[in-house]
């Protein structure tokens, strides 16, 4: 990769003030320097965008200010103009009419901040995943909705641009037919809840390009950056697609688990479980992409996974609900979070947890303590109607559906495999006990965490525990033994 010969002399002029070449792309060259970084879009025109001209290349240096800076405060700075001293040299000024180039500027970020390359070294936390998700429901929540937008054509003029980017770089043209013929009919098939996904409201103008090597730490807090700017109509997209990049690059780059977490620490804080129900067609689209720019790259090998990933997003296992319930401190939670990864489609079941419903029904992260009055017997029913409400969302869609909540109302628990069975999908209830020893010495040891329960709380809830019922009974004392029940009894 070169910068263009008309912008050869720019080039040399951003070397100088950075103290060395650039890191370039096909479309753009960064110049890195000691405190500031100089992005020179070049002078190339490709299907999808035109940067030939100086006008051109100023505008969508505006256009990418304008779209992370509000996100990425620290990191954009401004755009300014290449300009030509009276001696001839090069000069940077704010703004110039007669400019040679433009360029946009931005504060440094060390190289080992970026999330892929924490990723790649094993660095991606509990934690970290956690706040990636909240970056993502962070990004999203001002961006206005596009209520106009026609969602199947978008994906189907997607799946053409993949497949012509597919056949160019000569993956298996029968592969990619195929892959073609079930995104056709995926899409086909989700047209009606694509549509009424634009009417409401979760179709946006997203980042569009959001995966890991466009996230870094900020501050220590992930902040996203480089969102699309060339391109409106690949960008407007239903927010669950603009998810799934990342969740298909923690797949396949992390692991399953780490997509499952961020995926549910996502919907903990919108409450979207509905864009489950697209996650077959938007994880299969993304990783087609990787598939043939790995391929453009004559990287084959790593194409050839991808492009077997494309199809396998397509042909999900089958809906199938599971609730976990118990007293306050027998695991239902960190048990819930060990199967759900290998509970349904890919990334795995989406976890609903009655404690991280209750704070986001408040307003508040699912770690801030609430008063006492938020356990109301009115705001524990409501709380209940809303987690069976999204449980038969995510099953209707077609994804698998972890509840988890201590289930002590029986009506809860009828309420609950009553609304999974009218959909036809299977359900299984487990109820999880401990000594109550055990369960004291876990709540006093919790830091962090979502549950409000003390071991006050767990004791009154002894005097009433209404027992396993016609749920299967699992030993908890040891979570991976109850792991194993647990998955023995949906299996069977």
């Given at each position: 990769m070169t910068v263009p010969p008309e912008q050869a002399e720019t080039a040399r002029f951003l070397s100088q003030l950075a103290g060395g070449p650039p890191r370039e792309t096909h479309i753009s060259a960064v110049f890195i320097g000691a405190d500031t970084v100089w992005k020179l879009k070049k002078a190339v025109r490709m299907p999808f965008l035109d940067f030939t001209t100086v006008a051109a290349r100023h505008h969508f240096l505006r256009r990418e200010l304008a779209l992370n800076q509000p996100h990425a405060p620290g990191i954009y700075r401004d755009v300014a103009a290449v300009g030509r001293r009276p001696d001839g040299s090069l000069a940077l000024t704010a703004e110039d009419e007669?400019?040679?180039d433009w360029v946009l500027r931005m504060a440094p970020v060390p190289e080992q901040d970026f999330l892929d390359v924490i990723a790649a070294a094993g660095g991606l936390t509990l934690a970290l995943q956690d706040a990636l998700g909240d970056c993502v429901a962070r990004y999203h929540a001002p961006l206005p909705p596009v209520t106009d937008w026609d969602s199947a054509?978008?994906?189907?003029?997607?799946?053409?641009?993949?497949?012509?980017?597919?056949?160019?770089?000569?993956?298996?043209?029968?592969?990619v037919r195929r892959w073609q013929q079930g995104m056709e009919s995926a899409i086909m098939a989700r047209a009606a809840w694509l549509a009424g996904r634009a009417g409401g409201g979760f179709v946006r103008r997203c980042h569009g390009d959001l995966h890991l090597g466009n996230l870094c730490l900020w501050q220590g807090v992930p902040v996203a950056f480089d969102a699309l700017e060339f391109d409106e109509a690949m960008a407007t997209i239903d927010v669950g697609y603009d998810l799934a990049f990342l969740l298909m690059d923690l797949d396949h780059r992390v692991g399953r688990a780490a997509a499952n977490r961020v995926m549910n620490r996502y919907v903990a804080r919108t409450g979207d479980a509905g864009l489950t129900a697209g996650l077959p067609v938007f994880l299969s689209q993304r990783a087609m992409v990787r598939a043939h720019v790995l391929a453009a790259m004559e990287r084959g090998e790593e194409a050839q996974v991808y492009l077997q990933a494309a199809s396998a997003y397509l042909s999900p296992p089958p809906a199938r609900v599971l609730a976990i319930g118990g007293l306050q401190g027998t695991g239902k939670s960190t048990i819930a979070r060990a199967i759900a990864p290998d509970f349904g489609p890919a990334p795995g079941a989406l976890v609903l947890r009655s404690d991280e419903l209750r704070k986001r029904l408040h307003g508040v992260a699912p770690e801030a303590k609430l008063p006492p009055e938020a356990y109301s017997q009115s705001a524990n029913a409501a709380v209940n109607h809303a987690l069976i409400d999204l449980a038969r969302t995510g099953a209707a869609g077609g994804h698998g559906v972890i509840v988890d909540a201590t289930f002590l109302d029986r009506a809860m628990r009828h309420d609950l495999g009553a609304a999974i069975r009218a959909e036809s999908i299977p359900f299984t209830g487990v109820w999880l006990q401990a000594p109550l020893a055990v369960l004291e010495r876990r709540i006093a040891a919790r830091q962090g965490d979502a549950s409000d329960a003390t071991v006050a709380v767990l004791r009154q809830a002894v005097a009433a525990d209404p027992g396993a019922g016609d749920w299967r009974a699992v030993d908890a004392r040891d979570g991976a033994q109850a792991v194993r029940d647990i998955r023995a009894a949906v299996a069977g």
């Open positions: 007669a400019a040679v054509a978008a994906l189907r003029r997607i799946t053409r641009g993949n497949v012509q980017s597919a056949l160019a770089a000569r993956l298996p043209e029968a592969e």
